[in-house]
């Protein structure tokens, strides 16, 4: 997600099967930018990383660089319906998980 003007935007990594999260700002849509900030988010757990699915943007020219970084295969995927989706999913579950906290919290100490 960009922001408006060539601003900063929000780049989401987001695991497919158990929804693990990562939202890290990015300055620019410059392929070595955010490819920079792909392999500093994941670089902590590259033993984990076995592959990548990333847009046909621009903005990740870079992914041979990226897959060499993290020693995980890069695949390019094309349609971006089905990675919103799960983004939107993912998300969805932070914020409803955080809301049933607060309110287990707020029951506790009644």
């Not at 500093?40 to 897959?67: C, P, W």
């Not at 295969?73 to 998980?97: D, E, G, Q």
Request: proline share 1%.
């Amino acid at each position: 997600m960009m922001g408006g003007h060539g601003g900063g935007g929000l780049l989401s990594l987001v695991d497919r099967k158990n929804c693990f999260t990562r939202i890290e700002p990015v300055l620019s849509k410059h392929a070595d930018h955010v490819a920079d900030v792909i392999i500093r988010a994941l670089s902590d757990i590259k033993g984990q990383v076995h592959t990548l699915t990333m847009d046909n943007g621009n903005e990740f020219a870079q992914h041979a660089r990226v897959a060499k970084a993290l020693q995980a295969k890069v695949y390019r995927y094309f349609s971006c319906y089905y990675l919103y989706k799960i983004l939107y999913a993912s998300i969805h579950r932070i914020f409803l998980n955080r809301h049933l906290l607060q309110k287990s919290l707020a029951k506790a100490f009644i």
